[in-house]
């Protein structure tokens, strides 16, 4: 699948936002499936871990400082300490084989997270405040810069800064 591609005119961070949390349940999903071959479980997974480690990061570091001041000081606390806890089960999932029994157990209590967490920001207060408060140039805007970093940091292998990421929460 790869990096998340916004179409012409239609960039701006809410709706980067969203395509990225659906790119992330679709790889879930396929993740899911019964019959997947061991390679091509381990390809999907690294790219959801380095999907994952990607956005909570672009969020964390650019688009939670940048709304801060939108009067969502207390949703983005919440957001962080979900992505924390996000980023836990990532870390164990990083460390458990692909045939544990485990791995899908763990991929169910990741699956609920992260649906809770877009589905909160997307659907709850977040977002539609947002819609509200802020100018679409400024969504804009701030959507360019939130996928130049999510772009960089998927040359990176995020994944592999997650374990070093679990011990609290990123400060908003």
Do not use: C, W
Request: cysteine-free; hydrophobic content about 40%.
């Amino acid at each position: 699948m790869g990096t998340v591609k916004p179409k012409k005119n239609q960039l701006n961070a809410l709706d980067l936002l969203v395509m990225q949390h659906d790119q992330v349940e679709e790889l879930i999903s396929q993740l899911e499936e019964d019959d997947l071959e061991v390679d091509k479980k381990r390809v999907l997974f690294r790219e959801l871990a380095d999907n994952v480690a990607a956005h909570a990061t672009m969020e964390e570091q650019i688009f939670y400082p940048a709304i801060r001041a939108k009067q969502t000081e207390e949703i983005l606390l919440e957001s962080t300490e979900e992505h924390l806890a996000i980023r836990r089960v990532l870390a164990d999932l990083l460390e458990t084989d692909l045939d544990d029994p485990r791995f899908e157990a763990r991929l169910s209590v990741l699956k609920e997270q992260i649906e809770h967490h877009a589905r909160e920001e997307e659907e709850k207060e977040l977002f539609p405040k947002l819609r509200r408060l802020m100018p679409a140039e400024e969504l804009d805007a701030l959507g360019s810069e939130m996928l130049a970093l999510f772009e960089r940091l998927m040359t990176q292998d995020p994944r592999l800064e997650v374990p070093k990421q679990t011990d609290k929460p990123a400060r908003v």
